[in-house]
């Protein structure tokens, strides 16, 4: 089959070492805030022993560049195995006793979509919500993307995994090496929930909301410590510093650090940054004229920083909640609906189709209609000036008719539980989007715990395939991949 099954164990031991360390990292909470801890050190401990039982015996087996089909399968069974682990400090606890539950919860930690089945988020221990926003943490930028700024220095090379972990087209290199790379988004990930935390606190947030909701935002995974949300806040400071970071993290990590190095021109340049900026600030105005316009005699300062809030948690699939959009009226519902699938850039922590995408299939529509005047035309698609090659163009194409494809399958699965059609609907497409929050029974002020276990096992699989970009999971069920070239 020409896969190397026992490197790819090697690097799953490396990754279930790394859970296991940072499940440790909740103790100094439960200590600090006088909670039962002992869950959480045997849940380390099992992971940990775990980890050392596969990485130790196949320890000889590491190679020094990981093949395609190799990098294929240590991504996604690698997000398996850490959402498997992810469920012990849950089930341990007796927090969440269903194994389903549980598993619906982390795995929707991991893949940074926010969907939760908790009905009483604040009823939970602070050490284990730490572990749940650690969990989107960790996910938002990849664990394997730690792997792979590690990995060199057990001498393996990382190059396969960043390429199928990495949301998006192909992520751009900020360095030549791969490694350099991934240390780099690390530390702009790291200075970026820091600052955020620090803002936060000033804003009036104590220290452990303000930590947590830093990680979930640079996450865009949308987790919070209140039921409530964001909206337990109803300061215009904190909503204003959360809008900003959610911004930043659903936009290329290249143009983020661009932009740290006061290379704004070079950021403004890039034509998916300003189509993403300018769809936020459109849409937004948009909601807000609509607002403005039906909902009466209404404070059009805060009318304004919910729409413009609600937008951008949406686009970058972050999913924090200020107020119940699904009241604002079906025009703007459609629209809700409609960002769903537009996703945040590509390179960034964010879900979705991608921004870059849509460009790209739009202006491949407008040269289709040329062409047909023009048939002996050369009409390449450019991006930023620089034509694409006619591969990367098919390949956008049939990520979208698959991703639509997926959509369907998954809305045709959700018929045979217990959801409406319209709750459903937002269900399937707020799972593969990694959003959180959808329409219906799953909208902004409701949850997941009512969905039966199939509906859950359905739209956790969603989740999966959302957040690695459907062919990283997808390709395990070719007959081609499992040929022998």
């Not at 396969?160 to 791969?178: H, N, W």
């Not at 607002?291 to 304004?304: Q, V």
Request: proline content about 3%; some cysteine; hydrophobic content about 50%.
């Amino acid at each position: 089959m020409n896969i190397n099954f026992k490197a790819i164990a090697n690097i799953l031991g490396l990754l279930l070492l790394f859970n296991g360390v940072f499940m440790l990292f909740c103790l100094p909470f439960a200590i600090y805030y006088n909670e039962p801890y002992n869950y959480f050190l045997i849940s380390s401990g099992i992971t940990i022993i775990s980890g050392l039982s596969i990485f130790l015996p196949t320890q000889k087996n590491k190679v020094k560049e990981l093949r395609k089909k190799d990098g294929y399968m240590v991504v996604s069974l690698g997000w398996i195995t850490m959402s498997l682990f992810g469920t012990l400090p849950y089930v341990i606890s007796g927090e969440i006793p269903s194994f389903t539950d549980a598993f619906f919860e982390t795995i929707s930690g991991f893949t940074t979509t926010g969907a939760s089945i908790l009905n009483d988020i604040e009823a939970l221990p602070l050490a284990l919500l730490f572990w749940r926003s650690l969990t989107q943490w960790i996910g938002g930028m990849g664990i394997i993307v730690l792997a792979v700024a590690i990995l060199p220095l057990l001498g393996i090379g990382g190059m396969q995994l960043f390429v199928a972990e990495s949301p998006g087209l192909s992520p751009d290199k900020m360095k030549p090496r791969i490694q350099d790379t991934a240390k780099r988004l690390w530390v702009i990930y790291i200075g970026l929930t820091f600052t955020e935390c620090v803002l936060l606190i000033i804003g009036g947030m104590n220290f452990f909301d303000a930590i947590n909701h830093s990680l979930t935002t640079m996450a865009t995974g949308g987790f919070s410590t209140k039921q409530d949300s964001v909206a337990y806040w109803d300061s215009p400071f904190i909503q204003y510093v959360i809008i900003v970071f959610m911004f930043l993290a659903g936009t290329n990590f290249t143009i983020t650090y661009y932009g740290l190095k006061g290379k704004f021109k070079k950021a403004f340049a890039n034509e998916e940054f300003r189509s993403y900026f300018i769809l936020c600030v459109v849409v937004s105005l948009g909601i807000f004229g609509i607002m403005a316009t039906n909902l009466g005699d209404i404070n059009l300062e805060k009318a304004f920083r919910n729409s413009l809030f609600q937008v951008v948690s949406i686009i970058t699939t972050t999913g924090f909640i200020t107020s119940d959009y699904t009241l604002w009226g079906s025009g703007v519902l459609v629209l809700i609906f409609i960002l769903m699938f537009i996703g945040g850039s590509a390179g960034s922590t964010a879900g979705g189709i991608k921004i870059v995408r849509h460009i790209i299939i739009f202006k491949n529509t407008v040269l289709e209609i040329k062409r047909q005047m023009h048939p002996s035309a050369i009409l390449p698609v450019r991006i930023n000036g620089k034509a694409i090659n006619q591969d990367t163009t098919y390949n956008v194409l049939a990520f979208i008719m698959l991703y639509f494809s997926v959509f369907l399958v998954g809305l045709i699965l959700m018929s045979f539980t217990n959801l409406d059609f319209s709750s459903s609907l937002g269900a399937v497409a707020t799972s593969i989007g990694n959003i959180g929050p959808g329409l219906g029974t799953v909208g902004p002020v409701y949850n997941f715990a009512h969905i039966n276990d199939f509906g859950k096992w359905v739209l956790s699989i969603m989740m999966l395939m959302g957040r690695l970009e459907l062919f990283t999971v997808l390709i395990l069920f070719s007959p081609f991949f499992w040929k022998n070239y």
